[in-house]
């Protein structure tokens, strides 16, 4: 594994940054801005792989969250796992040689945060992850997969609770390269919710504060199948017919609707995929939000919004164990009985993990500062 070597006397340390589908913009945002803050430190190059690439699913990101137009952008696209990895693969690669990054800064657990890690470690440049040791011990999920590998050759692994570290150590990583700082994405949620607040979302949907429900969906053991699909809808419609159920739908979900219920619409309050401050808006007077997100679990936890997680496991235990999440499984029986007993019961009452304070991202650059720079 490549270790990293100190910049030379007063150069800036030359980062280059990955960021590739939607949850990674939240993530990467505030890396960006912390690198801007010291620009006689460092020499941020922004790259924007292409996965996601619809207006919706990325423009409106970096325009919310005033992240620079990247530097460069690979413009891969969609395709099979295998297909999108390798293009990033390509890409970056060839971009890494002529650009010589002195660090490979990658964030959260898709395809392009793979890609990036092995492209830059087989040319020597050490990399650093940013949410590393998340276990969902779901080898099924490819996330699982991305996180494994990327963690398994990454110098730096920047955590966001505590398990991630027990995680890391028991796989092996010497405990000198893990550090924990909290959540980059809980930086970005602390830093929007006035401006969130401010676009009065609820209202614009005809809602009341704490009087509907949040519903995304996007996770292959939900949407692949049209019998899941369709049961899952059942359930969920009658939610909605106590309490408006909002569901910004993800391109990959549209695709699934569309192919698998032909012209039966669920009966929600569908809406295309939302910008960041208008979901964020949304979040924060919620009764309940049902997902299979990764980052929303943790979102609901920092706000203190009830969370129904529409999967059988997650990698981030701390919004169980501290926070306001519940795993419910996939089965549509069992997600009735959970929403049934939430409408029930007061709301719970969670508490924000450690460092979930909005200062994640100085911590890291401030490692990577002490680690690399020469001044
Ligand atoms: C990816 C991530 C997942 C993350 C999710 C959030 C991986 C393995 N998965 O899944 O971890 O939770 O992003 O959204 O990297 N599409 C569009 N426009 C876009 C992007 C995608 O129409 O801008 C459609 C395409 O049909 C594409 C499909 O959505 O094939 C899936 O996109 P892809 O990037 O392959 O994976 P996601 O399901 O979005």
């Known amino acids: 594994m490549p270790s990293p070597t100190r910049c030379k006397e007063n150069q800036p340390i030359r ?8 949850p990674n913009f939240m993530k990467i945002a505030p890396l960006m801005h912390e690198f801007a803050r ?3 430190r460092f020499e941020p190059i922004l790259v924007h792989t292409g996965q ?3 207006r919706a699913m990325s423009d409106s990101f970096f325009r919310d969250l005033g992240i620079p137009e990247p530097d460069v952008n690979l413009g891969v696209g969609s395709g099979s796992h295998g297909e999108q990895t390798a293009q990033v693969l390509m890409k970056i690669e060839r971009l890494l040689i002529e650009r010589r990054p002195d660090v490979v800064l990658v964030v959260g657990d898709v395809n392009s945060t793979l890609a990036a890690t092995l492209a830059a470690v087989k040319l020597h440049i050490p990399v650093a992850h940013v949410e590393a040791g998340l276990r969902s011990w779901d080898r099924e999920m490819p996330e699982g997969i991305n996180r494994v590998l990327t963690d398994s050759v990454s110098h730096w692994l920047f955590t966001t609770e505590a398990v991630a570290e027990t995680n890391l150590l028991r796989e092996g990583v010497p405990p000198e390269r893990i550090h924990f700082v909290g959540n980059v994405m809980i930086d970005t949620l602390l830093s929007h919710r006035e401006r969130a607040r401010k676009l009065n979302m609820v209202e614009r949907l005809g809602l009341s504060p704490q009087g509907y429900a949040i519903l995304t969906l996007h996770r292959p053991s939900n949407v692949d ?3 899941q699909l369709r049961r899952l809808f ?12 909002v569901f910004p739908v993800h391109p990959r979900t549209a695709k699934a609707i569309e192919q698998n219920l032909g012209d039966t619409k669920p009966e ?3 809406t295309p995929p939302l910008g960041y401050l208008e979901f964020l808006g949304l979040l924060m007077d919620a009764q309940m939000v049902l997902t299979d997100s990764g980052g929303i679990q943790e979102e609901t936890t920092a706000l203190g919004v009830a969370c129904l997680t529409l999967r059988d496991s997650t990698e981030r235990p701390v919004t169980v164990s501290e926070g306001t999440n519940t795993i419910v499984g996939t089965d549509p029986e069992a997600i009735e009985k959970a929403i049934q007993k939430l409408r029930r019961s007061a709301p719970p009452k969670g508490r924000r993990p450690a460092l979930w304070d909005g200062n994640a991202a100085t911590r890291i650059v401030d490692i990577l ?3 690399l720079g020469n001044f």
């Not at 980062?15 to 939607?22: D, E, F, K, M």
């Open 15 to 22: 980062v280059l940054a990955v960021a590739g589908a939607r």
């Open 234 to 245: 059942e359930v969920l419609g009658r939610l909605n017919a106590e309490l408006p159920v």
């Open 268 to 270: 929600l309050m569908m």
């Open 38 to 40: 010291r620009p006689s």
């Open 225 to 227: 199948s049209a019998d």
């Open 52 to 54: 996601h690439y619809d």
């Open 369 to 371: 500062e002490k680690d």
